[in-house]
């Protein structure tokens, strides 16, 4: 079994902005593949399916961002999932809007979101997907930045990081790559 989480944070206020990169992929994926969220428990809301023939779990933390690996180590004890099974799909101000970048593990660089991870599941030995959103134009601080909706002009670009962000997920799982 595989967990796919989609970071983000709930709450229309936050639907369209660029710290729920995460959470807008989960529901792109969940889509491509039937997955509905349908179940509200571990801190988070998710839905149970299968990709490439393995059942995987797709769920969204609503702890908010700086507390996403609450969620993850609550699910993946309850199933007892490997974190080599757990997928973190996340935004990134690191990388250039747009540009997707897959790790089969690594530290958490400068998101809170991936360093709570880190810490719940005591382990950086896990996938993740990043989905680019920088550099923080200079009128920005970050966190204005990263909480602010996307503007209507860069929906394309976005849409098609999701999506290949979505093919990426899809393949690791089928093929079984693991952290």
Not at 49 to 77: A, Q
Not at 153 to 168: R, Y
Request: include cysteine; aromatic fraction near 10%.
């Amino acid at each position: 079994m595989w967990i796919i989480a989609g970071l983000g944070n709930p709450g229309k206020k936050y639907m369209y902005t660029w710290h729920n990169m995460g959470y807008l992929t989960a529901d792109i994926l969940a889509q491509r593949n039937g997955i509905f969220f349908d179940k509200d428990k571990f801190e988070g809301i998710y839905g149970k399916g299968r990709i490439g023939g393995e059942d995987v779990i797709i769920i969204k933390p609503t702890t908010f961002m700086n507390n996403s690996g609450e969620c993850l180590s609550l699910i993946s004890r309850f199933y007892k999932v490997e974190p080599a099974n757990i997928i973190v799909i996340y935004d990134d101000i690191d990388i250039g809007r747009g540009t997707v970048r897959v790790r089969l593990k690594g530290s958490a660089g400068t998101h809170n979101g991936m360093r709570s991870c880190l810490q719940c599941l005591g382990t950086e030995n896990f996938p993740r997907v990043r989905i680019g959103t920088g550099p923080v134009p200079e009128h920005y601080n970050l966190i204005d930045y990263v909480l602010s909706e996307v503007p209507d002009d860069e929906w394309t670009m976005i849409g098609d990081a999701m999506e290949k962000a979505c093919i990426s997920i899809e393949e690791m799982v089928t093929n079984g790559k693991k952290g």
